[in-house]
């Protein structure tokens, strides 16, 4: 059975844009490929974005951090 399609909207500082998907993530990810690359980090990335004062940031599932606010 195929899975339930939903049109979001996406919001990005560009406009707008309406993405039928089977769930957000799937939505934002269409959008985002668009916009970004994204990769593994080399071991020279790691030296030139540290050094450059760029902090490394820890990733949480959106639905994980709605959680977490509710139990507060």
Not at 52 to 58: K, L, Y
């Amino acid at each position: 059975m195929a899975a339930l399609k939903r049109i979001y909207v996406v919001i990005h500082k560009d406009g707008l844009h309406l993405v039928k998907a089977a769930h957000r993530s799937q939505a934002l990810n269409h959008v985002a490929q668009k916009q970004f690359t994204v990769r593994v980090a080399t071991q020279d990335d790691l030296v030139k974005c540290l050094g450059g004062g760029v902090m490394i940031e820890g990733a949480q599932d959106a639905e994980q951090l709605k959680l977490e606010e509710q139990s507060v």
